[in-house]
């Protein structure tokens, strides 16, 4: 059975650029979340999607989006791009209260 | 806001010791998770408690849940540098679909 793919696995976007993260759920999982992680904050959850629609969001700015697909596949995309959003990007998938994660995208901000 | 407190930060054992991690929070959790990440990875998920109480074993790494369900640990018996990760709790207090996590616990297991 295979696991969440996220891609692409490394990203090196300049200030003010936009980027698309992709992440494709373990097979029947509906619910795909994602997070922010970083050394000062750790892992930060981002937003949640389940059939199409957002059911949680973090504490993020609105440069932060995301999307799900009827496939349960999810986009996030972070516009206007900071220095601070260098983070490791990480999805994950479920089916009940447990999370099953990619392996993330690395994004370097420049 | 629910916070979730792991310690200690850091831990540097050599190979054949014990060790133990700890996650505390004031609030309930509906369920804890425990994930061990290694660099440039994703976290891989190692139990799941629910229940009060609860103890389970997976090998040498034994996970406790607090009566309360406030507070959890991990312990793993005779370390083998395999062991060495990032070893992360993570909460979720009132099932609206998100998880807390801890800040996490460095494990560094010497040969």
């Known amino acids: 059975k295979a696991g969440v793919t996220q891609t692409p696995r490394y990203l090196i976007k300049t200030r003010g650029q936009q980027v698309t993260l992709s992440c494709s759920p373990i097979s029947g999982h509906r619910s795909v979340s994602w997070y922010q992680q970083t050394p000062g904050q750790g892992l930060q959850f981002l937003f949640e999607y389940f059939s199409e629609t957002q059911r949680n969001k973090g504490n993020f700015p609105g440069r932060f989006s995301g999307r799900q697909f009827s496939n349960s596949r999810s986009e996030m995309n972070v516009s206007t791009l900071e220095l601070g959003d260098s983070a490791l990007y990480l999805c994950?998938?479920?089916?009940?209260?447990?999370?099953?994660f990619g392996q993330g995208t690395r994004l370097t901000v420049v | 806001t629910q916070l979730l407190e792991q310690s200690p930060q850091f831990l540097s054992i050599q190979e054949g010791e014990n060790l133990t991690v700890y996650c505390n929070s004031s609030s309930v959790f509906s369920s804890l998770q425990w994930y061990r990440q290694e660099p440039g990875e994703g976290p891989v998920l190692l139990v799941t408690?629910?229940?009060?109480?609860e103890v389970k074993k997976l090998k040498r790494l034994t996970f406790q849940f607090g009566d309360a369900r406030k507070d959890s640990s991990l312990h793993i018996t005779a370390a083998q540098p395999g062991d060495t990760g990032l070893y992360l709790c993570?909460?979720?207090?009132?099932?609206?679909?998100?998880?807390?996590f801890g800040a996490g616990t460095t494990v560094t297991v010497r040969a």
């Open positions: 408690v629910v229940t009060g109480g």
């Open positions: 994950a998938s479920s089916l009940g209260y447990e999370a099953f």
């Open positions: 993570a909460g979720d207090w009132s099932n609206d679909y998100k998880l807390s």
